[in-house]
DNA sequence: CTGAAAGCGCTAACAC
DNA sequence: GTGTTAGCGCTTTCAG
């Protein structure tokens, strides 16, 4: 293995040389630094990482943590995952991947071992186990998604209660006076990431702002419960005419159950949602939609980490604002 | 932060010592060690990795490298990941995540600078550009999937031929007499991984040692082609009463293109497939299918590298048995 | 602009 | 069964 002093002395200068010339953390005469360089390539010397995360303190590795919950969508994972490796490794920085299974003690593992010199948490809870941990440990993190209290932490999601509040307009805009909310399970709006609440939320003010006739649908993720709460609208509003989703798996079932009852979309009913491209873009009608933006997210992760670690400070909380992307299935009102 | 010096003063015994008693690399004395792990939890100690890597050169980190291409299925990228991750824990390693975007670079850069012990590769081409790196490299590696050559190498993956025999057989069970492979895009069993040609090989095999009729249909991922493979199948094939479909995204387009055409699945026609569990059991009707094993191919990839590591020899191919499972799109011959 | 040298915290001979 | 100690390869004062 060729190490830094092999190259000092093939370049003809001191290892402290060598080991600024690769930092750039002193000046270094243009002459001595093309020596080096050549040195660097001729004799193919890479810089040992553990050496140098022993001597500088920094691995320059960051932890990921990927959630297996159900109910999560897979590939939206994945993107923020390869934008988290992606931003990473342009901050000269690699990434380890930690399971949710972990729990507390990988998180503490890394950070205590020094594997890592900062994290990222994907896919919090409102109350989240982790949370103190995160708070008190010597390295600074940062979260994809809100807890209850972002308070001494970073957080950064997209602003779902825009994206509520964004669909509504979008529906208001095309003249639709009468629109329901279907969501995601009942349960999710006690627990899990508080995402849906604040959908609803903004939701619920946008329709109130624009003098609309609203409802809110909480729904299971099955194709027999996108149909009753179809029939269960179609019964109770029949004014409605349009209706914004939250919750993937359903997408498809609940628009085959409106078209079931005799609505076609979007002539008789507007449809939009807020779920991944790749899934509005695929469903029968194309469906005008707000996707959650992976890959800015991600790097704004690592951003806000980098930050931290140069010693500036980060804003606890950075909201994305959604965009919508207008597809086949909303017109405007009949 | 507290040191392995610290542990050692505070149980009154050398460093080493203690460096024993975490490795298990020699005998310790009972008393000693229950003082020692008492100083550990007392004082908080965690050993330093970079310090271990340095002195011991070994970073207990394997490197995944997750493929981004199109027509990959990511909910099983992330079955491999999740596998491989949870694998390398019960070995006492992490894992590093690297994007296929840094190709060979990437690969040269862990291994060189090692940050990493070994690689796990995933989604190999048949003639993929990092095998000679791979061969070349210092540190040992693992391939999820098959090249075209695999000397020198070690690869692990599901039997895909035996799968296609097995797809096969179950149908000849069944006494059906004429059946159809209705495969990936054509351009797949060109380049790509090879796994598409074994099926094929597989599928052939068993119909011609059981006597069946049978022909293979490559097949683009639309659902037009879907629609196109169908007709074609029923107009030139009438006595069809079997078909096996590895082409996820038609899996469905097709069973609705046969209903389409008047066949009714199972009763006229049978049909397995070749993909995840998730899609089989979604399908309009839930599909006899043989799944890729995700996490014993991960296991399985970790095991091997572990072996290598710790100096044993490693087969170079490694096959793991395909197994179906039966649902409701397959039943006797009327 | 460059060098010398003292560690960083741990492991693994080597000694007993 | 345990202790001593010489590195592992790099960074970073301190000195010039």
């Keep these: ?33 093309r020596r080096i360089e050549a040195s660097i390539l001729q004799l193919g010397y890479s810089p040992h990482a553990g050496a140098r995360a022993l001597a500088s303190s920094r691995s320059n590795v960051l932890a990921l943590v990927i959630p297996l919950r159900a109910g999560i969508h897979v590939p939206v994972v994945m ?41 990222i948490v994907m896919d919090l809870q409102l109350h989240d186990a ?6 008190a440990l010597d390295r600074p993190s940062v979260l994809i998604g809100f807890p209850q209290e972002p308070e001494g932490l970073t957080c950064i999601d997209l602003d779902f209660r825009a994206a509520g509040e964004l669909c509504v307009e979008h529906l208001a805009g095309l003249g639709h006076r009468v629109i329901g ?12 990431t508080g995402f849906a609440q604040r959908v609803v939320q903004g939701f619920t003010a946008a329709a109130d702002r624009n003098g ?32 914004v989703v939250h919750n993937e798996p359903i997408l498809e079932p609940l628009i085959d159950a409106f078209e079931g009852l005799g609505l076609r ?13 790749e899934l ?55």
């Design 1 to 33: 293995m060729v190490k830094i002093t092999d190259v000092a002395r093939h370049a003809g200068v001191s290892p402290s040389t060598v080991s600024y010339a690769l930092s750039g953390k002193r000046p270094i005469s243009e002459e001595t630094r």
């Design 79 to 119: 993107q923020f995952a390869v934008s988290v490796v992606t931003s990473a490794r342009q901050h000269d920085h690699d990434v380890l991947l930690l399971t949710q299974e972990e729990g507390e003690a990988g998180l503490r593992r890394v950070a205590d071992t020094a594997l890592v010199d900062a994290l």
């Design 130 to 135: 982790r949370l103190p941990l995160l708070r």
């Design 181 to 192: 909310l279907v969501g995601s399970p009942p349960e999710v709006y006690v627990r899990e």
């Design 212 to 243: 609309l006739s609203s409802s809110v649908h909480p729904c299971e993720s099955t194709p027999a419960a996108a149909r009753q709460v179809a029939e269960q609208l179609l019964r109770e509003r029949p004014a409605l005419t349009g209706v």
């Design 265 to 277: 979309v979007p002539r008789d009913l507007s449809v939009t949602a807020i779920c991944p491209d």
């Design 280 to 334: 509005a873009e695929r469903a029968r009608v194309p469906v005008t939609s707000i996707a959650i933006p992976a890959a800015e997210v991600g790097a704004g992760a690592v951003d806000l980490l980098m930050k931290k670690l140069g010693g500036g400070a980060a804003p606890e909380v950075t909201l994305l604002s959604p965009r919508l992307t207008v597809r086949a299935s909303t017109m405007p009102r009949p």
